[in-house]
């Protein structure tokens, strides 16, 4: 069934004493599980393992209260009493033949120990890298001894967990290894600072521990970013490179990256597939054990390609595994165009930022495997099957036909409009967003091979039309609309004076309008909306002035690793940036706005205004249906349900979530449905 074109990409490889079933390899990813939630974390990866994925890894493991990332949830192995949660990891892993793998960390200034109010270590002096008022002690020849002991005692729980690889970290810019290898965090004047040389000592010795300690039947994986893009970062062209060439052949894997965070992790507004190759290319030649990467890769082809030229050895990812575990088995199956593709909106990294279970706008099972039983690629039998309506066909309308019809029911999808998508046919338009239409995409195409969905399109639905459709049950999701009175976060009454001037919604211009030039954009919504219409708009010659009532620029971003990136795109568009301000009154000829710390305010002139701010559910046909529950008995419809945007309007991974859920839940008996978590034992005293 495979195509034997990608034949290569199923080829074992071995890495030290372990062998790999095939060259897809789940690299370590954060998942705001780990230690809090070892059950989730363990069924989760274990579902990555079921698809395919011939190796599958951990997120950031601790491996002592001395540097604890808190309230980040990560892994941890700090004593021996954190060996059976992730034995229970290996156990789902090893269950369908992968190998799993551990990351070792000690995170050094990175990590201000908030937890375990130790202080923390790094190579010299220094503050932390967050804004905790807590500064890092250099460390003694003492330290890093006990670093090493600590690492490598570490490293023997892995083994007895049952890993298979086990990983000296140092990447990123958060680990300790990393740390001692860059000039600017390492300011030692002994054996491990000054010459480059002195600076890989400690990463050269904790590779030789724990090959010493478990290499007889674990492989020692080295995980290294070899440029930070920075002034006075490493290069792939300089000390990057010498690094590799100087350890090329002392673990059994190199696993290559870039640093910081946010240059490993790009989102697609800013990289497309493969961005790292430029990084990796050449490495290869200079050591003969195998080497792994990332670059969001999604095509096989793409895949098949970095085989063939020697760039690497083995297909790392972690974005597009979390949008499709099965991503490996429906390369196999001869199934490539059923792959969710990632799309590169970083949602799934806003897990470990908000310390919560990660979520993926293409994979809505994702998170959800053990505490809810969700799999990403079955769903039971409908026990109720009768026929079902869907009206709406944005992502989370699409979404929810998709699992209505493969739990075999007779589904009608119906849009008012010709083009299906909703809100994300509109938005993949604008500037960066455009691989976000793989949400469309990927449904529609499993929508094809769905013999019971009919798709209707540009059919307008009245009260009286869906009553007349003999659906027993009706999903509507209708969308929002965004508002144009200001109301919001900031604003909790409409803006005073409005009707003084031209005033705009995201709505208006992605349906082709422009503003009137200057015009004020008030972005009150915080994610990327606002930046995005700023960059369009400046294409079109119109000049924009971004007031927001936060500190910076689309804030939430933060939580995706693109807010630095966004703010200094729109300051090399030359956008007036105007943050810590919010809207007071319209006038004719601009707008009065307030310092939100002072009050104080200020005119600032405007020929129009576009109010990013809220949106406003559209709920008038889920109202006429509702407010009749007779007529409803009378046409044989038991579920009435909103579904999306217009049970509340958020995120597109929000809406697709939604839609997923009522499709699986609609029909479960009362009572059964329960979300699994994770209870403390009470130690006894």
């Given at each position: 069934m495979r195509d034997p074109r990608y034949d290569i990409l199923f080829e074992p490889v071995q890495i030290?004493?372990?062998?790999?079933?095939?060259?897809?390899?789940?690299?370590?990813?954060?998942?705001?599980?780990?230690?809090?939630?070892?059950?989730?974390?363990?069924?989760?990866?274990?579902?990555?393992?079921?698809?395919?994925?011939?190796?599958?890894?951990?997120?950031?493991?601790?491996?002592?209260?001395?540097?604890?990332?808190?309230?980040?949830?990560?892994?941890?192995?700090?004593?021996?009493?954190?060996?059976?949660?992730?034995?229970?990891?290996?156990?789902?892993?090893?269950?369908?033949?992968?190998?799993?793998?551990?990351?070792?960390?000690?995170?050094?200034?990175?990590?201000?120990?908030?937890?375990?109010?130790?202080?923390?270590?790094?190579?010299?002096?220094?503050?932390?890298?967050?804004?905790?008022?807590v500064q890092a002690r250099a460390m003694s020849r003492a330290d890093i001894q006990q670093l090493r002991a600590l690492h490598r005692a570490a490293a023997l729980r892995a083994r007895e967990a049952g890993f298979d690889i086990i990983y000296v970290y140092a990447g990123h810019d958060l680990s300790i290894p990393f740390h001692f290898l860059t000039p600017r965090n390492n300011r030692r004047t002994d054996e491990y600072g000054g010459v480059l040389e002195n600076r890989v000592r400690l990463l050269r010795e904790l590779i030789e521990d724990t090959r010493d300690a478990v290499g007889d039947r674990c492989a020692v994986a080295v995980r290294l970013a070899v440029d930070e893009q920075t002034a006075d970062g490493l290069?792939?062209?300089?000390?990057?490179?010498?690094?590799?060439?100087?350890?090329?052949?002392?673990?059994?894997?190199?696993?290559?990256?870039?640093?910081?965070?946010?240059?490993?992790?790009?989102?697609?507004?800013?990289?497309?597939?493969?961005?790292?190759e430029a990084f990796l290319l050449g490495l290869k030649a200079l050591t003969r054990k195998p080497v792994v990467g990332v670059g969001r890769f999604t095509s096989p082809d793409t895949m098949v390609s970095l085989v063939r030229r020697g760039v690497l050895d083995l297909i790392g990812a972690a974005r597009p595994s979390i949008a499709d575990p099965f991503l490996p088995n429906k390369i196999d199956q001869g199934r490539a165009e059923e792959i969710r593709e990632c799309i590169?909106?970083?949602?799934?990294?806003?897990?470990?930022?908000?310390?919560?279970?990660?979520?993926?706008?293409?994979?809505?099972t994702m998170g959800e495997e053990w505490r809810r039983g969700w799999h990403p690629e079955s769903v039971e039998h409908a026990h109720r099957p009768g026929r079902a309506l869907v009206v709406g066909a944005g992502p989370a309308g699409l979404e929810c036909a998709r699992i209505l019809g493969t739990r075999g029911m007779d589904v009608a999808l119906v849009d008012s409009l010709r083009t299906l998508g909703g809100r994300v046919a509109l938005e993949a338009r604008l500037p960066g967003l455009a691989s976000w239409a793989r949400v469309i995409d990927y449904r529609l195409d499993a929508l094809s091979r769905l013999p019971s969905v009919?798709?209707?399109?540009?059919?307008?639905?009245?009260?009286?039309?869906?009553?007349?459709?003999?659906?027993?049950?009706?999903?509507?999701?209708?969308?929002?609309?965004?508002?144009r009175d200001g109301l919001g976060r900031a604003l909790r009454q409409a803006l005073p004076g409005l009707e003084c001037l031209p005033v705009l919604t995201p709505d208006d211009l992605m349906a082709g309008v422009l503003p009137a030039s200057p015009v004020l954009l008030f972005d009150d919504d915080h994610y990327y909306m606002g930046s995005v219409l700023a960059e369009h708009l400046v294409a079109r010659g119109v000049e924009v002035i971004f007031?927001?009532?936060?500190?910076?620029?689309?804030?939430?971003?933060?939580?995706?690793?693109?807010?630095?990136?966004?703010?200094?795109?729109?300051?090399?568009?030359?956008?007036?940036?105007?943050?810590?301000?919010?809207l007071v009154r319209a006038m004719p000829e601009g707008m009065m706005t307030g310092c939100v710390y002072t009050g104080r305010t200020r005119f600032i002139g405007a020929a129009s205004v576009l109010l990013v701010t809220s949106r406003a559910p559209e709920q008038a046909l889920y109202q006429a249906l509702n407010n009749t529950p007779e007529r409803l008995q009378a046409a044989g419809i038991s579920t009435l349900a909103l579904i999306g945007d217009c049970v509340a309007p958020g995120t597109i991974a929000a809406a697709v979530y939604s839609g997923h859920r009522i499709a699986r839940e609609f029909d479960a008996p009362a009572g059964s449905l329960t979300v699994k978590r994770e209870i403390p034992l009470i130690e006894v005293q």
């Open positions: 030290g004493p372990v062998r790999t079933r095939n060259r897809f390899y789940q690299v370590p990813h954060c998942n705001g599980m780990g230690h809090v939630h070892p059950s989730a974390m363990a069924r989760m990866r274990g579902i990555k393992a079921e698809g395919g994925w011939g190796v599958v890894c951990t997120e950031e493991c601790e491996i002592s209260p001395l540097s604890e990332f808190s309230p980040y949830i990560e892994a941890r192995l700090w004593d021996e009493r954190d060996i059976p949660a992730l034995a229970r990891m290996c156990e789902a892993v090893h269950r369908h033949g992968s190998l799993a793998g551990v990351e070792l960390a000690f995170n050094g200034y990175s990590a201000p120990n908030r937890y375990s109010r130790e202080i923390p270590w790094a190579p010299s002096n220094t503050p932390v890298r967050s804004y905790d008022p290069s792939r062209e300089g000390e990057g490179a010498d690094i590799f060439s100087m350890l090329a052949d002392l673990p059994d894997l190199w696993d290559v990256n870039v640093a910081d965070w946010s240059n490993d992790s790009v989102t697609a507004r800013f990289a497309g597939e493969g961005y790292q590169g909106c970083n949602v799934c990294v806003s897990g470990d930022h908000t310390s919560t279970p990660l979520r993926c706008t293409q994979n809505p009919e798709i209707y399109r540009e059919s307008h639905l009245q009260a009286e039309d869906v009553l007349d459709f003999a659906a027993e049950h009706v999903f509507i999701a209708t969308g929002s609309q965004w508002r007031v927001t009532p936060a500190a910076d620029v689309a804030a939430w971003t933060h939580n995706t690793l693109e807010q630095h990136r966004i703010q200094r795109r729109l300051m090399e568009l030359n956008v007036t940036l105007l943050p810590s301000h919010t």
